[in-house]
């Protein structure tokens, strides 16, 4: 498992940049050889 302990977002961002960045993780997670990724907190700009 891949953990995220923060996946950070900036303002502004749409849905298409979510899964946009959740594909990547997915990937990065695939070429590790790793079967899930856990994302642990979001954070968005400005908290």
């Not at 498992?1 to 990547?24: N, S």
């Amino acid at each position: 498992m891949l953990v995220v302990p923060a996946r950070h977002l900036e303002a502004g961002a749409t849905k298409a940049d979510l899964e946009a960045a959740r594909a990547e993780l997915d990937e990065l997670a695939a070429w590790q050889g790793l079967e899930r990724v856990d994302v642990q907190r979001i954070a968005r700009s400005g908290e």
